[in-house]
């Protein structure tokens, strides 16, 4: 009896689910946290993950990393690449890029040490190994393997659509959050971001959505190059 009620249980959970609403929210929080990756993981950082940024009392970059933070921003990358925010070719890109400056980094009996500089690639001092970091190094890339190998089929995400729209929604709230309401400028960019909602909201396949999406992106990258130079104009 105790049996057959674990199982009822557990089966009950693999059935709950999210309402879209929840679905949407949560994907948006996901959305969020990869732009954090997006911004900061520069070549300026040589591609690999700073600590965190700080907001106040003035916004501040920690220009340090650690193997699980850089473990973490690979399976991040993957994510990003599953849930449609990020192609594949750029996503291969990217950890080929993070790789290429892991071969350069200094190690111990080849156990990457537990914190670097971004900027230098120095071992930051007192320079040791934490076994904590390095499992966790080695189970991110056991996962990013697996990726890797399910990747080599060549299909893209099924998820391509809802990234492009959650990337969407992303835009549209740093609009509302930095822009004057009702200015050329404002409006511009909502035609913009307004003509690629409807284009993907429709039951063309993305594929054949590719064109229109592109030709919107260009318009938006024209917006935003010649604001500044209208505000200097002025």
Known sequence: LLSRGLGDVYKRQRQ?????EQNRALRQIARETWRYFETFV???EHMLPPDNFQEDPKPTIAHRTSPTNIGLYLLAAVSAR???WAGTRATATRLEQTFDTLATLTRWRGHFYNWYDTRSLQALEPAYVSSVDSGNFAGHLIALAN???EWQDGVPSPMVRQGLQDTLRLARRALDDTATPGSAHDT???SALDGMDRQLEGSRGIAALAPAISHQARK???IHISEPTRQEAI
């Open 82 to 84: 599953d849930f449609g």
């Open 188 to 190: 511009a960019i909502r």
């Open 147 to 149: 990726a890797c190998d």
């Open 16 to 20: 709950l689910s999210a309402s879209p």
């Open 220 to 222: 938006l990258s024209l």
């Open 42 to 44: 520069s070549p300026q």
